[in-house]
């Protein structure tokens, strides 16, 4: 009776083609950190073995996959950390990020296996890693001769305000990129998601889509439905317990809460113990038998409670829906300050993941 992951693998396989549709001159790195944005790692990699490339943020993901077998080209997004991890890199035959000097000095120090393939991290404006576009051409130069480094050095940079169409710094960041990536003449990436989705100019050689592979929206205010994505997991749980009160009475935690009359109550196997967010306010909706009924009280560790005034046939044992299939997690995200990524991150270890195709 608790809370499960039910992950639509065809979705994801579905928005994978969307990508390509939005973008069908560049190759994909399928990112897949962070477990895959919550919904395993593994399972994503051999459900997107079809993309070109995988993409993950660190060595350790990346040694992950390898062990597991996929054989794929495989970048990480955050290069290398120290020695071991460049060894490990080279071993396994890892695609590095190169963002600072002291990555380079140790890649022309530290003598390697094999050589190692690289990508040039340009700050074209987000201000968090990545060659300055005044010192990006002498990097990638000197990245490129190094004995160490396979092949081409490519050029990558990250946007900073992709999810707002109207604002004007992807621009200025395509600006400051396009002409160094010029100079260079090598392959470039630009585009996550929301590139990929709103950006032209971020479709390039190479492209990084993460959160529309897993059927939600990068844009402010938008879902994913939008842009033809299809949700891949529903996180939902069941109905526990029907319980009737009278008017006045406080429901929770601190009783923020109390009932307007005498009203049922339904309680719900799903809490911030699960990853459902603790600061979801009253009035957040679930899903139940395919209608919305809002959350009341305060979301507790195991348990979240619910207004059932407008569902005289609920009965213990009905299914609920958190997010996903019928109830988009842009929304919840919104309500719950937050964003789909967070909440898709933040499912927890004890709820139960269950693959299935579409029907
Ligand atoms: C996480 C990440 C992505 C994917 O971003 P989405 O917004 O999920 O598409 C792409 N590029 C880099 C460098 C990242 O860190």
Same mark, same amino acid.
């Given at each position: 009776?608790?809370?499960?992951?039910?992950?639509?693998?065809?979705?994801?396989?579905?928005?994978? *083609?969307?990508?390509?549709?939005?973008?069908?001159?560049?190759?994909?790195?399928?990112?897949?950190?962070?477990?895959?944005?919550?919904?395993?790692?593994?399972?994503?990699?051999?459900?997107?073995?079809?993309?070109?490339?995988?993409?993950?943020?660190?060595?350790?993901?990346?040694?992950?996959? &390898?062990?597991?077998?996929?054989?794929?080209?495989?970048?990480?997004?955050?290069?290398?950390?120290?020695? *071991?991890?460049?060894?490990?890199?080279?071993?396994?035959?890892?695609?590095?990020?190169?963002?600072?000097?002291?990555?380079?000095?140790?890649?022309? *120090?530290?003598?390697?296996?094999?050589?190692?393939?690289?990508?040039?991290?340009?700050?074209?404006?987000?201000?968090?890693?990545?060659?300055?576009?005044? *010192?990006?051409?002498?990097?990638?130069?000197?990245?490129?001769?190094?004995?160490?480094?396979?092949?081409?050095?490519?050029?990558?940079?990250?946007?900073?305000?992709?999810?707002?169409?109207? %604002?004007?710094?992807?621009?200025?960041?395509?600006?400051?990129?396009?002409?160094?990536?010029?100079?260079?003449?090598?392959?470039?990436?630009?585009?996550?998601?929301?590139?990929?989705?709103?950006?032209?100019?971020?479709?390039?050689?190479?492209?990084?889509?993460?959160?529309?592979?897993? /059927?939600? !929206?990068?844009?402010?205010?938008?879902?994913?439905?939008? %842009?033809?994505?299809?949700?891949?997991?529903?996180?939902?749980?069941?109905?526990?317990?029907?319980?009737?009160?009278?008017? /006045?009475?406080?429901?929770?935690? !601190?009783?923020?809460?109390?009932?307007?009359?005498?009203?049922?109550?339904?309680?719900?196997?799903?809490?911030?113990?699960?990853?459902?967010? &603790?600061?979801?306010?009253?009035?957040?909706?679930?899903?139940?038998? /395919? &209608?919305?009924?809002?959350?009341?009280?305060?979301?507790?560790?195991?348990?979240?409670?619910? %207004?059932?005034?407008?569902?005289?046939?609920?009965?213990?044992?009905?299914?609920?829906?958190?997010?996903?299939?019928?109830?988009? =997690?842009?929304?919840?995200?919104?309500?719950?300050?937050?964003?789909?990524?967070?909440?898709?991150?933040? =499912?927890?270890?004890? =709820?139960?993941?269950?693959?299935?195709?579409?029907?």
């Amino acid at each position: 009776m608790g809370p499960s992951a039910s992950l639509d693998l065809s979705a994801l396989r579905h928005n994978l *083609q969307r990508v390509r549709e939005c973008a069908p001159n560049s190759r994909i790195f399928a990112v897949i950190k962070a477990n895959a944005y919550g919904h395993g790692m593994l399972r994503a990699a051999a459900a997107l073995a079809d993309a070109d490339a995988f993409a993950v943020a660190r060595v350790e993901e990346g040694v992950k996959l &390898r062990e597991a077998g996929f054989q794929q080209k495989l970048l990480i997004l955050e290069g290398f950390f120290n020695q *071991q991890e460049l060894a490990a890199a080279s071993h396994h035959q890892l695609e590095l990020a190169i963002h600072q000097t002291e990555q380079l000095e140790t890649l022309k *120090q530290q003598p390697l296996d094999k050589p190692v393939s690289c990508w040039l991290k340009v700050d074209s404006g987000m201000h968090r890693v990545g060659f300055q576009p005044d *010192q990006a051409l002498d990097a990638w130069k000197a990245v490129s001769q190094l004995s160490s480094v396979a092949g081409e050095v490519g050029l990558m940079t990250h946007l900073a305000n992709g999810d707002d169409l109207g %604002d004007p710094t992807s621009k200025a960041q395509f600006d400051r990129f396009l002409p160094l990536a010029k100079a260079c003449g090598t392959r470039i990436s630009i585009g996550n998601s929301a590139g990929i989705l709103g950006w032209p100019d971020a479709r390039t050689d190479w492209v990084r889509p993460g959160i529309m592979l897993y /059927g939600a !929206s990068p844009f402010i205010n938008g879902t994913g439905a939008d %842009d033809g994505l299809k949700p891949v997991m529903t996180f939902q749980s069941r109905l526990i317990a029907i319980n009737h009160y009278p008017k /006045g009475s406080p429901i929770g935690y !601190s009783g923020t809460w109390r009932c307007p009359e005498a009203m049922p109550v339904g309680v719900v196997a799903v809490g911030y113990g699960d990853g459902y967010p &603790r600061h979801a306010p009253a009035g957040t909706p679930v899903l139940l038998n /395919g &209608r919305r009924v809002p959350l009341v009280g305060r979301v507790s560790m195991d348990m979240i409670t619910v %207004d059932l005034r407008n569902q005289p046939e609920a009965k213990i044992g009905d299914p609920i829906v958190l997010w996903g299939a019928g109830l988009p =997690v842009e929304e919840i995200a919104g309500l719950t300050g937050t964003i789909s990524y967070e909440l898709f991150c933040g =499912v927890t270890g004890r =709820v139960e993941f269950i693959e299935r195709e579409a029907h």
